[in-house]
T-cell receptor, first 110, second 116 residues
Framework: SQKIEQNSEALNIQEGKTATLTCNYT??????LQWYRQDPGRGPVFLLL?????KEKRKERLKVTFDTTLKQSLFHITASQPADSATYLC?????????FGSGTQLTVLP | DGGITQSPKYLFRKEGQNVTLSCEQN?????MYWYRQDPGQGLRLIYY???????QKGDIAEGYSVSREKKESFPLTVTSAQKNPTAFYLC???????????????FGAGSRLTVL
């Protein structure tokens, strides 16, 4: 069955550094991957979508890459700030439904 | 402002009781979804609906029921048959066929159900 996995360990980084989160997928070839941000007790919020034919996508301090050879997407936050602390979810799927990873909890230390 | 409203935010239930979680959207989205989130786990799809009066089971539909009588509304009933209902429930909606088939979901704020 198709699986989408994120490093479930929490990630702590110093303010100003670049945070890099990983999303791996197995047993299928997604046409796109999405990234969401979730704050405690809140619903996820969509951040970025990258398609299989796109190597990289940027939005302000965010960058997403998609490597179909490694079956992996990387999510980068440059010049990180304590306000970036949250859980980040990757997701993929069909036009009917999305499958989500378990998320990576990021803490940016001041 | 357009968005999704879930209610109640917190709900306590005794074992053996059915409870209904409300989800209303004013985004004019065709598709609506219910997900369940447990600590340390990803979101798991319970039910989804692409048009009024039609809905499909997701990965964990057992013990849940839904209806879609109006485009704006997609209530979820957690029945007494659900063995472990304590969880965070998220409702979402999306445009059908948007962005060449890539579903981008808009989520509500969630409802936390605790069974006593």
């Amino acid at each position: 069955s198709q699986k989408i996995e994120q490093n479930s360990e929490a990630l702590n980084i110093q303010e100003g550094k670049t945070a890099t989160l990983t999303c791996n997928y197995t047993n299928y070839s997604p046409a796109y991957l999405q990234w969401y941000r979730q704050d405690p007790g809140r619903g996820p919020v969509f951040l970025l979508l990258i398609r299989e034919n796109e190597k990289e996508k940027r939005k302000e301090r965010l960058k997403v890459t998609f490597d179909t050879t490694l079956k992996q997407s990387l999510f980068h936050i440059t010049a990180s700030q304590p306000a970036d602390s949250a859980t980040y979810l990757c997701a993929s799927g069909s036009a009917r439904q999305l499958t989500f990873g378990s998320g990576t909890q990021l803490t940016v230390l001041p | 402002d357009g968005g999704i409203t879930q209610s109640p935010k917190y709900l306590f239930r005794k074992e053996g009781q059915n409870v209904t979680l409300s989800c209303e959207q004013n985004l004019n989205h065709d598709a609506m979804y219910w997900y369940r989130q447990d600590p340390g786990q990803g979101l798991r799809l319970i039910y989804y609906s692409q048009i009024v009066n039609d809905f499909q089971k997701g990965d964990i539909a057992e013990g849940y029921s839904v209806s879609r009588e109006k485009k704006e509304s997609f209530p979820l009933t957690v029945t007494s048959a659900q063995k472990n209902p304590t969880a965070f429930y998220l409702c979402a909606s999306s445009i059908l066929g948007g962005d060449a088939g890539a579903n981008v979901l808009t989520f509500g704020a969630g409802s936390r159900l605790t069974v006593l």
